[in-house]
């Protein structure tokens, strides 16, 4: 979480000892300073700067900038999760690190996925091609950032979309919401009741299931079988589930902002591997594309998402890891010759 006052803390009480961090989301970035004045609905706090709480919110959120920006300085060694986070830990620790002297810039250094395992378990093939199903996958906790209404809003758009305003028969499509609860937490179990509400307020009901805390083996299972990955959420740091669609050869349909359209669904050998939208209607227009391919051209952007994945795996995190590990031996072997 970028907790950088610890580490200024441990600099404070051990001065010679090198500190090395690896940062998954700044405790604030430069988004957040900005959604405050956003009336779009970017975030959780889009258009929370108004009026006199607004204001002492501003205020305070910018004194906090400033001192978070002075604890990075403390750092010897940043690594994060994404070039999203990279660009605001520089903004934000980066004149400070300057000042201080820093010797090595942050590196991006991305988590480790369970690409080998799911491309084990998944086949993606011409065989596999002709059994997928049309369906849309959002594997994502029950948390309000992760914005499933707006995944929901979209796939009705594309429902009516299919019929044509009409009531005719349309190709059965279907909307998974695959997610886990957190334990004795009331909050998400009244979200997935407003969810059930929402779906059934727009009539969509027989075309969206829910597979709450469900086992590795049946995500698994839809990860072989359905057609779409969908991720929702605005800003999302990394976004493994993103990189777990890839691994399984699904298309992705990813929001518009964060390490999923900066890392992640980029293109590869000279193609697209997914799409990238920020509203419903765009959502929707991306559904209908993607489910509107022939089978050879899923097919091909399908082994082009597995190449994408391939760059996150474990194997990958363990060596850019070990190389920024050398850099802090490196330092603590200069402080022991000193």
């Not at 920006?69 to 660009?87: A, E, L, P, R, Y």
């Not at 980066?94 to 250094?109: A, D, H, L, N």
Request: aromatic share 10%.
């Amino acid at each position: 979480m970028g907790y950088s006052f610890v580490t200024a803390f441990t600099r404070f009480v051990f001065p010679s000892i090198p500190i090395g961090a690896y940062v998954h989301y700044p405790t604030i970035s430069m988004d957040m300073l900005g959604s405050l004045d956003v009336d779009s609905g970017a975030g959780l706090n889009a258009g929370t700067g108004k009026g006199l709480r607004g204001y002492l919110k501003r205020v305070y959120w910018h004194l906090f900038a400033r001192l978070y920006g002075w604890t990075g300085g403390n750092i010897d060694v940043v690594m994060t999760n994404s070039s999203w986070t990279k660009g605001h830990l520089q903004s934000l620790w980066g004149p400070s690190r300057s000042r201080t002297g820093k010797r090595w810039g942050i590196e991006v250094v991305f988590p480790p996925v369970s690409v080998e395992d799911i491309e084990k378990a998944v086949d993606v093939s011409e065989a596999s091609e002709r059994k997928r199903e049309r369906a849309i996958l959002y594997i994502a906790q029950f948390r309000p950032e992760k914005n499933h209404e707006l995944v929901i809003k979209a796939f009705a758009a594309l429902l009516n979309k299919l019929q044509g305003g009409s009531q005719r028969a349309a190709p059965k499509t279907t909307l998974v919401l695959l997610g886990s609860l957190r334990d004795d937490n009331e909050e998400d179990v009244t979200r997935v009741a407003h969810l059930r509400q929402l779906i059934q307020k727009l009539k969509i009901e027989d075309s969206v299931e829910f597979a709450l805390n469900a086992p590795w083996k049946q995500m698994l299972d839809w990860l072989g079988k359905s057609n779409i990955g969908v991720n929702g959420m605005w800003n999302e740091h990394f976004g493994i589930g993103v990189v777990e669609y890839q691994a399984a050869g699904l298309i992705c349909v990813v929001n518009n902002s964060g390490g999923p359209k900066q890392d992640i669904v980029v293109d590869m050998d000279g193609g697209p591997t997914g799409f990238h939208a920020s509203t419903a209607s765009e959502y929707a227009e991306a559904f209908s594309k993607a489910l509107s391919l022939s089978s050879k051209e899923a097919l091909t952007m399908r082994h082009r998402a597995r190449l994408s994945a391939k760059r996150f795996s474990e194997q990958r995190f363990a060596s850019r890891w070990n190389a920024q590990l050398d850099k802090l031996i490196h330092l603590q072997d200069a402080t022991i010759g000193d």
